[in-house]
């Protein structure tokens, strides 16, 4: 069974950038594609980022697209979310797991990591 564990997160200002970490135990990571996501208050979670399980072809939301940056370390079972230009309206908790578009179950959810951007 593969456990997820989110990392990285913290307060920063707007226009700050913070790197998320996604480490997976058990079954090695690289056999998925994986997505980052986030909740914020009050609102669904929602897909920001995919990536495959080579690396080769990632996806990004319009409201992240140019600003966020998903990579991935396979020797490492880890998934990384590089976030530039942060604004207000990306505090949220982040989630990794694994790509809604292409599996029907999730993994179990980890904790996530608070992201809080401030104007």
């Known amino acids: 069974q593969v456990q997820l564990v989110e990392s990285g997160g913290g307060l920063v200002q707007a226009g700050g950038s913070l790197r998320l970490s996604c480490a997976a135990s058990g079954r090695t990571s690289s056999s998925y594609a994986m997505g980052w996501f986030r909740q914020a208050p009050g609102k669904e979670r929602e897909l920001v980022a995919t990536i495959s399980r080579s690396g080769g072809n990632k996806y990004y939301a319009d409201s992240v697209k140019g600003r966020f940056t998903i990579s991935r370390d396979n020797a490492k079972n880890t998934v990384y979310l590089q976030m530039n230009s942060l604004k207000p309206e990306d505090t949220a908790v982040y989630y990794c797991?694994?790509?809604?578009?292409?599996?029907?179950?999730?993994?179990?959810w980890g904790q996530g990591t608070q992201v809080t951007v401030s104007s």
């Open positions: 797991n694994l790509d809604p578009r292409l599996y029907t179950n999730y993994l179990a």
